[in-house]
């Protein structure tokens, strides 16, 4: 009798299955033969994202990165950074090759000194390429004095050092978005040349195109050298305070049915929910929006949020003081009460982070001249009373000049 044959892996007979593959000594079935190749391209799928994932650090890394430079902002810094992996994982072609990811650029919406040029500058350091700052209010329309839009793109380009390649991967950060919004009618008469006319021009390279930029200078004419640029892989990041579109979502909460002062979680929400329709309502044109999906709100600094930024960050403030004081042999303290009316001052000047440093510059001047040259002076404490004026700082002197 002859024995029937039988898969030597799941041990189903011939009649069982669609077809048994024999070979001298062993058999498989289709079965066997799916369930293998099924396993095989799961496995190649796991190589390819390890493969890829090697040295592009995922959202959770970009956003403890960003935690180092920028105190608070948490909701933003988490739209950032999957933007930021979404973005290089697109440019390295990962996944499905039939399908074309489109680029998404992204508009930061925030007060001025909230961290909007910060988080753009730490987006590039952490992907290590070339970075790029615009200020959009210098750009005007082609054939007007001013910049063309394609000058963003030599900044670009002498930040990689002309490395036409590397700089095709890099980021640029346009500020004062805000300030190209078109005008109505009624409120300006003639041409809008840095208006709607710059948004225009920006079309082309913030979806992805070729374009010809000059080598050296801010204007192409004749005997300019250019260089043809691509602009399908620069992340471009959009920034602007939009201060009547804020007001006006942060309304939203005021105008809640809730009396008292009871605070409605909802109308918190939704006043920190900027969307594409809103932008178009402010100035600028569809098209532009368009091109710019990915939207960030940026909450105003409180001043616990100020002190934090002040001793927190990595490159904080405070800590570089220290440093330069160390060097002359001092050491640098801030009390509490120091910080919290530094930080105080700085929120009711309303500009955010930056009022920071004004505040403290200020105040430092005199010691930074005097401390020098009083070589007994080993500890220098800042009080309070010192940043009201009230008081001068309390000092620690050397022993040995004290028994003397």
Sequence with gaps: MIEELRCDFCGKSKKEVLKLFSAEDSNICN???ENCS????KEKIKRNKEEFQKGLPKPHQIKEYLDKYVIGQEEAKKVLSVALYSHYK????AGKQNIEIEKSNIMLVGSTGSGKTLLAKSLAKIMDVPF????????TEAGYVGEDV????????????YDVERAQKGIVYIDEIDKIAKHHESSVSGRDVSGEGVQQGLLKILEGS????????????ASTDTVLFDTKNVLFVCGGAFVGLVDTKTSIKKTSSNIGFVKSEDATNNAKEIEAKDLISFGLIPEFVGRIPVIARLDDLDVPSLIRILKEPQNALIEQYKALFELDGIELEFDDGALKEIAQ???DKGIGARGLRAIVEKMMLPLLYDMPSSENVVKCTITKGYIEGSEEPFFEYAKENEEG
Excluded: F, M, Q, W
């Excluded at 790029?132 to 750009?139: G, Q, V, W, Y």
């Excluded at 394609?150 to 050092?161: F, K, M, N, V």
């Excluded at 070729?210 to 004419?221: A, L």
């Design 90 to 93: 697109r440019i390295d072609k």
């Design 210 to 221: 070729e374009v010809y930029v000059p080598i050296k200078g801010s204007r192409k004419n």
């Design 150 to 161: 394609e000058s963003i793109l030599s900044r670009l380009l002498a930040a990689s050092d």
């Design 38 to 41: 099924e396993i095989i391209k």
């Design 132 to 139: 790029a700052i615009a200020d959009s209010t210098a750009l």
């Design 345 to 347: 001052g700085a929120y």
């Design 31 to 33: 079965e066997c033969v």
